[in-house]
């Protein structure tokens, strides 16, 4: 199979192919690391490959015989490493799949290598030492987003139609924006953390997909939702398959529009009218859409701080895990400048103020389901810029504490992180691009617990209406000739 025709299929039409015999599974996993071979020198955004472990019975599911990645975290596969992106656990092997592994296989997928993750997932763009930045196929000298940006490079350069991705504070979201994709982040609990952790980050994150086409990500979540024994939560049933849920009519929705991020920073002006141009799009399909002011249930230094709070002292406990288990240093040896500096920060959190914490996401949750009882979406911009530069966040984090790193990471994605906070599903769609240079701008809409459905029946509404897979970054492996 050639390059140049399998880039331009997603998963759902490669497994049709293996599902008629017009080509193999080994050949569909051959090409992929042909495509891997053509443009990750470029990216960096495929950390490791091996051989095919798996085959699946040709059209056993709509994804079997689908080439796959997965993030270097959160995610195990028996005899694989999983790294974290981080020095500290470097050669870490799973000794076992993980729940989510393990139904990736049941899914028919056949994963062939881990992608690029910043350090302990805990940024949104993906430059790390421990295997160095990862680029952005539609510009290399910009951040593919993160924390799921090896993710949503590979996926954008066409080495594979889709891959693994999680989401604590928009690490989903932000990459499909930057990188021009689909990404859904699920409601809490749609999907299991086990067996090794019940939550992560107390139930902020979450465990997804990164996709070019919406059919896809609606066909793997059909796939691998549903508790594990033992799960400390579980979000309702759908209705029906979310597959289904792509071709199905949203109606005439009740949308609200928000323009301007809590906290206040400035929103680029390419992106402000590209979501100008979203809500207008979303009008002529029938939708009512009007401004709205959201509360957050919190201040944003607030908000700001108990994230930070929740987030280092997961953390601290992580690091100290890994330390002990490879008996290795706490030290800018085995760490980056900002982990560390969180890593102390989350030491020195009190059980009182980590108790506080808890409040602030249960105040957020109420005041987001508010919103929801009025409305059966909202719309906001998935980023407020357009992808930065690399270097970007580290410029313009030097010396700061664990609480100063969290506040430049919030600051760069301030529309992402209520949703992670609140358990509550949202989307980037990646409806727009700068005219002047070309560059994907991402479009969020959010939606009420549980209510994946509304969101994939507007999306496959949306890539009908606005298609965007004829668009192609720089870096794209179905430009290449090789066979």
Known sequence: MKLSEYATYDGIGLAELVARGEVTTAELAATAQLASDAVNPQLNAVVETWPAEDAPTPGSTPLAGVPFLIKDLAVAMAGKRTELGSRLAAGNVAGADSSLMARFRRAG???????????????????????GAT?????????????SGGSGAAVAAGIVPLAHATDAAGSIRVPAAANGLFGLKPTRGRTSMGPDADEVFNGLAVHGVLSRSVRDSAALLDLVHGPEAGDPYTAPQPERPYAQEVTRSPGSLRIGLVTQPWGGRAVDGAVLDATLRAARLAESLGHRVTEVSVELGVDWEEFVLANARLWSTNLATWIDGFAAAFGRPVDSTTLEPETLASYAYGQRVGGAEFVHALAMRNNVARAIGRYFTGHDLLLTPTLPELPVPLGTYAAGAEGADGLGWIRQVFHRSPFTAAFNVAGTPAMSVPLESDPASGLPIGIQFAAGYGREDLLFRLAGQLEQAAPWALRTPAVWAGARQTT
């Open 109 to 131: 997928l056949v994963t062939l290598g881990r992608t690029a993750t910043p350090e302990f997932a805990y940024s949104t763009t993906t430059e790390g030492v421990l295997y």
């Open 135 to 147: 680029r952005n196929p539609w510009d290399p000298a910009r951040s593919p987003g993160g924390s």
